[in-house]
């Protein structure tokens, strides 16, 4: 649901665009963001750190795991994304809102 006082913004890249590709890569890592809520997160934490703020603790959501690196790379991922790491992404981004 879209928020009166919020600004909402469009923007594009060709596909193949290294910058596309990394965002992407961002999102999986923090644990399947959207690249909307990526580049809002990407935005917010370069503002904090310009302002010399802290900026958010939270780690990529492959280091949250309990499970040792190798099982991690054995181990077959489902299609879908987990909704565990859904919850994680969304635990991580409010921190940003505070």
Not at 3 to 12: A, E, R
Request: glycine share 4%; with cysteine; net charge positive.
């Amino acid at each position: 649901m879209r928020n009166d006082d919020d600004v909402y913004w469009n923007t594009s890249l060709p596909r193949q665009h290294e910058a596309l590709q990394s965002l992407d890569a961002f999102c999986k890592e923090w644990g399947g963001l959207s690249r909307a809520e990526a580049t809002r997160r990407i935005l917010i934490e370069w503002d904090r750190l310009r302002r010399g703020k802290d900026v958010s603790a939270w780690a990529p959501a492959a280091s949250i795991t309990s499970a040792p690196a190798q099982a991690l790379q054995q181990t077959p991922r489902p299609t879908q994304k987990s909704l565990i790491t859904n919850h994680v992404a969304r635990v991580a981004s409010h921190v940003l809102d505070e």
